[in-house]
């Protein structure tokens, strides 16, 4: 073994006799560090506007407004836009796979099947449209009288069943199988919502300051949660534990509350943490983790919360308002999108390790 000497600046030296062989490089022998990978270079299509990013889509001509990934093909994303349009594509393989038709104002949400089968999209144009995992349509779902917008989309974890929030009233819900039609009435604005993961259950924020808790299989009310000391302003967000017994959601009231679905009592509040509207929240999914959620503000904030004790783990201070954020798979990081009022674009970071 090569003996070796650490200075006390941290340089590390080596003796002369330890020394096999020199070999001297001419300027031109030296990679080019600004070259980029051919190989991968082909793959991601590369120009001079995607700064750290490997590929960029550029079918849309205005702006986008919803995206959504397979969960069953790491490759398949679509995208819906001001264009009043959607598009399937493929990272990294060139032109998109299929447009998605047939709206005719903004695409505003999208999400896939849990079985990667089937994606839906939703517009301001009161339809959701309904296509398979190659871009072929399938069906439109429509509501019996059109109002407002769509803004809200999600699937049933095990069956073909759609669930549309609307930015005028309520919520509906198909059943793609059987073709029945449910509404869930009751809202001032539906904002966020989704089924529990045991999919015996929907719970729905609102504009209207409360939380709406309905059996999936028929429908029925549960649990209306609202009033002190719950949410004083609208509802942002909402995420479901993996238990499918708690709700946390986030409001205009710069607050986080957990609510005991099975109970629909408030059972905590997350504090301190920020100062401006709570704009999105997810859950932590790794399974050697302590329990612990992570929140995005309008008060530039991203906060890590230990839930075991309802308070900040870590206070992230970041550049602009926080837009979006995901955990990254089971893993400790979270990722960040957060928009630039003087440049109208989104920047994505991936987190501390915490």
């Known amino acids: ?10 340089e590390v030296y080596i003796d002369d006799a330890d020394i096999i062989t020199e070999t001297t490089l001419d300027d031109e022998d030296l990679p080019d560090g600004s070259d980029e990978d051919d190989e991968y270079d082909e793959q991601a299509d590369f120009d001079e506007d995607l700064g750290d990013s490997i590929y960029k889509f550029t079918g849309h001509t205005s702006g986008v407004f919803a995206l959504a990934c397979s969960p069953t093909n790491p490759l398949l994303v679509a995208t819906g836009g001001g264009d009043d349009r959607g598009f399937l594509w493929k990272i990294g393989q060139g032109d998109w796979v299929a447009e998605l038709g047939g709206h005719k104002e903004t695409v505003t949400s999208l999400a896939f099947s849990s079985d990667g089968q089937f994606l839906a999209s939703g517009g301001l144009d009161s339809v959701v449209n309904v296509w398979d995992a190659s871009g072929n349509f399938k069906c439109k779902l429509e509501v019996p009288v059109p109002t407002g917008g769509f803004e809200l989309i999600s699937w049933h974890p095990t069956d073909h069943v759609v669930l549309a929030g609307s930015n005028d009233f309520s919520a509906r819900m198909w059943g793609l199988n059987t073709g029945a039609f449910t509404e869930l009435s009751g809202h001032r604005g539906s904002t966020c919502g989704d089924f529990t993961p045991d999919g015996k259950t929907i719970c729905i924020g609102s504009s209207d300051s409360t939380l709406r808790i309905w059996t999936s299989e028929t ?16 509802l942002t967000c ?19 509350k957990i609510v005991n679905i099975k109970t629909g009592k408030v059972v905590g509040t997350l504090s301190p943490g920020h100062s ?6 997810g859950l932590s999914r790794s399974p050697s983790f302590f329990p612990c959620a992570a929140t995005g503000g309008e008060d530039e904030r991203l906060v890590i919360w230990d839930l ?34 003087d440049m109208g674009r989104s920047v994505w970071r991936q987190g501390e390790d915490i």
């Open 1 to 10: 073994m090569m003996d070796c000497e650490i200075a006390d600046d941290g």
């Open 238 to 256: 909402l995420a479901i534990t993996s238990d499918s017994r708690c709700a946390l959601t986030g409001s205009e009231d710069a607050s986080v």
């Open 308 to 341: 075991e004790r309802s308070s900040p783990r870590s206070i992230c201070n970041l550049e602009s308002e926080v837009t979006c954020l995901t955990w990254i798979g089971t893993s400790r990081y979270v990722a960040a999108g957060w928009g630039y009022s």
């Open 276 to 281: 401006k509207t709570v704009n999105c929240i």
């Open 219 to 234: 429908g029925d009310p549960i649990y209306v949660v609202g009033g002190h000391p719950y949410h004083s302003k609208g």
